[in-house]
Each structure stands twice: as C-alpha cells, then as structure tokens.
C-alpha cells in the first residue's frame, strides 16, 4: 500500500484517514498512515493550537495533515445574526414541534449549544489556517470546493500540498485548475458531503480528468479489498473518513450512537439536507425523515439548516434521544461492527490487501 505520493508525504502507507478527533488522526500516522484532523469544529484558533501541540506530540514526527472547510459559496460580509434572522418562523416551528413529540429536553442555562456556523465561514478557516501553518503540518484538505488562490500559494509557500474534495470529474478539473495538488474523488457512498456518483464509477473519471494529478478514492472504503480497489482503479491513495468513528480513540459523544452505528447496516444510511442544507449522508433517523418528508416545510440552504438545527442536535446529542440521535456516516456503517483500536483497523487493512493481491495474482495466473 505505497505510492509515490505516500512516499512524497513520508507515510508508510497510502491510506488517508480524515477524523475530527486528535486521537484518532494522531494513532492513524502511527499506525503508518496518514492523520488527516477535521477542523471544522474549532471555532477557536485556540483549541485548535492546544489540539495540534498534542498532535505534535502524540505524531513522533510522521506526516500528519488538517482539513478546513471553505464553502466556494462564501457567507462572507454577514454576520451571524444577520443569517440567522433570515429562518422562517414556521421552520423554527418545525423544530420546535419535533423536540416535544419526542420530549427532548433543554440544554441548562450556560451549557453551550454545541457546534454553529461560525465553522463554515471563510474568516474561521482564514484564523485556524493562521494557527495550522506554524506546525509542520504535510497536507490541507478543503471541503467544499477550492481554496481561494492565496491560500493555495501560502500552503505552497510553507512547504505544504493542497488536496480538495470532487464528487464529479468536473469539480476535479476545477480543483486542478485552482493548482490543487491532490484530487480526493469522494463517491456518493460517502459519509458527508457527497455528490451522486458512486466511487467505482467516480474515481476513474477523475483520475482521466486530472492525470498526471495524484487522485485519492474515498467513500465506501474500510476493507482492505476495497483499498486494492481503489488503487487498482488508478488513485494513488485511499481517503477513509466513516470507519474510525467507532475506533476506540474515537470520543463519539454518546455511547448510545457508537451502539446505533456498529448495529447499522450498509442501508441505514440516507443523502439528506437535514443537518447542513447541502446533501450529506448521514444515518437515517426519525430526524432525517422528517427532514425529507416530502408533507414537511424541507430543509434551508446552507447555511440557514446548519444554523436552525445547531441547538435542537445539542440536546439531542446531549440527552441521548435515540429515534432523533445520528451522524454523518457512510454506506460502510454496515462492516463497522465492533469497537477497535485504529490499529487493530491497520492490522485489518494490510491483511485484506494482501488477500486481494493474492487473489488478483491466482486470477492472473502469477501466484
Ligand atoms: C463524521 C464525518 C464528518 C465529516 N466531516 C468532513 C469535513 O469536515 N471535511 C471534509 O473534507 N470531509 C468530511 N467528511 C468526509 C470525509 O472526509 C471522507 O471524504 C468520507 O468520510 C469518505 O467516505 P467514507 O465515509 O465512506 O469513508 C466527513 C465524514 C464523516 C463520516
């Protein structure tokens, strides 16, 4: 599982993985992949400093890389509020009536409401990107588009490569025209954000569209067989981001949702606008649904649904509602079906891949 690419970034192997958690980004590069930290959640250039001193920390010196999130659709020169002004009553209604038939109960006075949109504006990412490039970080990842060209030049100008999400050969050739330096063809089976061409069929198209660019396939991988696959279809690395939720490093914030993801099966999963207003897969849920019933008022655009939902998903998060309680998580929800270390999922990995090379060999009548 080497590339030339994986030898450029120094990892041992050509397996990405992108978590929001330190610990699990941390125990991926040890475990001879490559960490890739979700920074969206950091508000606070702060955290984000304190999150990747222990990274350094806990990395011993092997590559690791952060992934912001710049929408190309910019909510820039607005401030919170002014968006937030701009939710119909009746959706705040909506929400309102799902948390009582369900009877979830309010946050307490103080307790903070968890994750806004302040993440998705450009102005967070430009200060956690201020923060991120005084560490040796290898790689930033973009999702939702290119990076404006002054960041692409001041990751270039400190030593770092540029990947960004495509769920389309025409976002990749977008991406190449930006001077991104990795294309990470995510397939609709993926967990978040996804466009609707499935990763078989995806990654190809854009390896063709960008070659010579270094592609990664992501979506739908957490077998080793699926990583031959994926190599064997041209990408240079694989990009897995749903099969270290349920790692032991891994600090879901409810056990009740570890237990729903190792029960869920590779149909639990649905393409939905419920949490952000843009299509993300996601667990299905009682939320979801309600979210997709085609009698109910339908999700806002993004970002007004991020904005909406932030608090109602706190206090579900916050009091474990069951029928309510999801995440972002991809069609391979249904091979996570116990809680192991990453590297335990390594261990896993290596021995599927040599399995499908000696298949592949027996098959080619080399073995
Ligand atoms: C819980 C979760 C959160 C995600 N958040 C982001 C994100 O903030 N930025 C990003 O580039 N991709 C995000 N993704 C997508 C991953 O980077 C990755 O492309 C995807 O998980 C790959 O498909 P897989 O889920 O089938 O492994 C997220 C995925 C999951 C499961």
């Known amino acids: 599982m080497q590339t030339e690419l994986s030898n450029t970034l120094g990892a041992e192997y050509a397996v990405f993985g992108f ?29 984000l400093a304190r999150d990747l001193d222990w990274m350094q920390d806990h990395t011993g010196g092997l590559p690791y890389g952060l992934d912001v999130v710049m929408p190309a659709k910019k ?43 302040t993440g998705w504006m450009e102005q967070v990412a430009r200060d956690q990107l201020d923060v991120a490039f005084g560490y040796p970080i290898k790689l930033l990842a973009n999702a939702l588009g290119s990076p404006p060209a002054d960041i692409v030049r001041r990751a270039h100008d400190h030593g770092v490569l540029v990947a960004a999400l495509a769920g389309s050969p025409r976002h990749a050739r977008h991406h190449r025209d930006a001077g991104i330096d990795i294309v990470v063809a995510q397939g609709y089976e993926a967990g978040g954000h996804t466009g609707e061409i499935a990763t078989m069929v995806l990654t190809p198209e854009v390896v063709a569209a960008v070659d010579p660019l270094p592609v990664l396939a992501a979506g739908g991988i957490g077998t080793g067989e699926q990583i031959a696959a994926g190599l064997a279809l041209g990408a ?33 999963t649905v393409r939905s606008r419920a ?7 996601q667990l299905r849920t009682e939320w979801t649904d309600a979210w997709d019933d085609p009698g109910g008022p339908g999700a806002l655009p993004m970002p007004l649904q991020g904005l909406l939902v932030a608090e109602a998903n706190s206090r579900i998060q916050r009091y474990e509602v069951e029928p309510l309680l999801g995440t972002p998580v991809g069609q391979i929800v249904g091979r996570m079906n116990s809680e192991r270390s990453v590297q335990a999922v390594f261990d896993d990995l290596t021995r599927g891949f040599e399995r499908a090379i000696d298949r592949i060999n027996r098959i080619a009548g080399r073995a």
């Open 275 to 281: 949490l952000t207003g843009k299509p993300a897969r």
């Open 236 to 268: 240079q690395g694989v990009w897995l981001g749903s099969i270290w939720l349920t790692t032991e490093e891994a600090e879901l914030h409810s056990r009740r949702l570890t237990r729903k993801l190792l029960a869920a099966g590779p149909g639990d």
């Open 19 to 47: 978590t929001p958690f330190p610990a699990v980004a941390a125990a991926i590069t040890r475990a001879g992949g490559f960490g890739v930290l979700g920074a969206v959640r950091y508000t606070a250039p702060d955290d």
């Open 75 to 117: 909510v820039a020169g607005v401030s919170e509020a002014e968006v937030e002004a701009m939710i119909p009553e009746g959706h705040r209604r909506f929400v309102d009536g799902l948390l009582d038939r369900h009877q979830v109960p309010r946050l307490a006075a103080g307790e903070a409401s968890g994750w806004r949109i």
